[in-house]
């Protein structure tokens, strides 16, 4: 990596200079959470719609960094005395200058790659096919917006031979920007989609603000059947093609394209040459990503026949790191289908940020392809496996092996092995215990059968929290509310099934008001896995009142009763404060004081004068519901008058809130000074107001355990409730109503989705397992079938189940396994 002086770059960004600029700079970084070497990091304060950087400047100090970019003075300088702050009008601008800059001083080719979709897959795919040839840098995952372009480009160093970039864009105007960062020289424009087309009025808008990342490009590599795109490409004067297509003057010519059950036969011809060959993949959006990969490498004027048989290996990309559970208690990040220092720094970053202990554990290949080592690469290595506290290197092949002395002297517990053959024969017999993992191989080093054994096999039923879809949906319903309406989400019930201290993490970061649990033990779990946002919980008992105390707990107080018995706790225990959230009924009759008793509240809460009301609140009985809607507005009514009441009585004002999710949609002259966010966080599917639509939190999934093949009348399941008319492809799947499948979904009620179909569930559910019909699906022992998530909607079961999402959501068994995604 290229190091840069602090003072240049303040230079380059036009920057003012507060404190002493004395710093080397390695790394950029808008994200505390990804901080691994701070001291050689340039922090830049980002306002985002949804977060401002500078309020994260200090925890990035405490991480280890001292240099900032930032548009004013953050809070709390007097805390950073060795920081240094560079001034500028706007951070992001700063950024993607520095970054451009840097691009300027590399004159290699760089491909840059927009479209609707497809650009993560042909950029990784283009990595595939050209690695071994060439040294590459290209973007992390899908790091290709306004932010993700210019730390893309910034990892470009002297040993980069060739880039590969992607560029995507949701609004008019941003592209010019992007271009100037990536500075393309060769553009590849996948195709284009109704993706992001709210911001544009017709896709020949949206095509004509894409193919700007051209402006300045030799040479753009499209399918030329694409009308669209032929006719943008077209109307850019001096724009030199280079196309795929049915039409004769295509640099690739496509003669035919024959679909098999589980591959294709491509005929095509290039100059005259014609080549027949099968790739691995049978669906329209993997083909044209390989003609766009195999246009490019014959652009590149790669060997064709090489090529090819490359194609034939590609595998699908794993767009997402996650952990998995694996034996001895411990975690798995499989990362084996590339091994280079940019993913392996990458898939660090995960492994450090997301881990579950402090034990981490690394398997790792030979990192380049070449036999002889290269000390450098293997030095870098060390530099991150130290960053990132790794406490266990397992080192397989020849080539690392070379290198025990340099991940020893660094303290590192090292064994080696020189194949994945050897490792795999002593495997059984290895200890690992409460260790984060991180399987990262090259492709031939086949890791994955190492995955095999380290996975826990066990019951394999997961619920897939995407941590993505999370923030997403939190950014779209603060779109409705008003910028000084606070948010409080609630994350009883274990974050509504999805498992509450993952969530609250990501809630915290991204700066919501306040948490509410429904017991005190699930507010203990968020603050010890370090949440310390205030915290509500609406359920206290007696014998929970010391750790409300102990761990910053709110309650709710709903009656007299509750009130007075808090009040003489908190006296006995010469507490003098406590913040309390008083819940006031005024029509859903469950717990709370009603509007006639708020005097009487008002004026003993004044003369105790120990607990202090940070809120009071209401729940509608019925705001999604618009024929009650008059008793909405009735409630609404009732409470500002309790309110207002018993602001009087005690003398000071506090926070009032009555709005839930349906509240928040469908009453905005009610969000007051805080609305409660539940379901709609995680449920999905709801086009919104503010023209977001949500999208699904959770997805259940459960494997095929085994297939079996029915002749007419065979029945299946207990009762034998289904009788096969015809011959039947029987499929029985891993999860049963003990995991939250409700029996009723059994007998053709319900649906799976399997392998891209929808398969209904046949017979009885049983307790484990249930079976689905798959006589027209291709199916395979240990494919995932989804119960409900993205394909099938949770509304979708809850309304085949006659009940409602929330039932759904939170009746997942606790034994099914729930791991976080990020995209
Ligand atoms: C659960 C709950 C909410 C959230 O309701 P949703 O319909 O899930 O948005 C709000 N307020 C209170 C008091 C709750 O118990």
New binding site residues.
Partial sequence: MKTYDLSYISGIINAKIIGNANFKITYLSNDTRRIIDGFNTLFFALKTNTNDGHKFVLNAYNNGVRCFVVEYMPDKVAEMPEACFLIVSNSLTALQTLAAAHRRLYNIPVIGITGSNGKTIVKEWLYQLLHKNIEITRSPKSYNSQIGVPLSVWNIDNNTKLCIFEAGISMPNEMTALEKIIQPTIGIFTNIGEAHQQYFESLEQKASEKIKLFAHSDIVIFNRDNKIIKEVVTKTNGLKTFTWGEQEDCDVRILSIHKHSNNTTIHLSINNDHHRFEIPFIDDASIENVLHCLTTCVYLKQDINDTIENIQQLKPVEMRLFWKKAIHNSYLINDSYSNDLNSFKIALDYLYQQRQSDKLTVILSDVTESSSGNEAIYEQVVRLLKETRVNKLIAIGKQIAGFKSLFENEGISTSLYPSTEAFIQVLPGLTFSNENILLKGARRFQFERIANILELQTHETTLEINLTAITHNLKAYKNLLKPATKLMV?V?AYGYGSGDAEVAKLLQFNHVDYL?VAYIDEGIALRKAGITLPIMV?NVEESGYNQLEQYNLEPEIFSFHQLNNFYNYCVQNGIIQQGIHIKLDTGMHRLGFLPEEVVLLGKQIQEQNILFVKSA?T?FAASEDATEDDFTNLQADLFIKSCNTLEMKIGYSFIMHCC???GIERHPQFHMDMV?????LYEGNKQLSGGETTIPVGSLKATVAQIKHLKEGDTVGYNRRFKATKPTNVATIRIGYADGLRRSMGNNVGEVFINNHRAPIIGSVCMDMCMIDVTNIPVNVGDAAEIFGMHIPVKEVAQKCQTIS?EILTGIGQRVKRVYIEE
Wanted: zero cysteines; charged letters at 15%; aromatic letters at 14%.
């Fill in positions: 609630m009883k509410t609406l609140f729940h839930n999710t349906a409660r966010l539940g379901v709609g929330y």
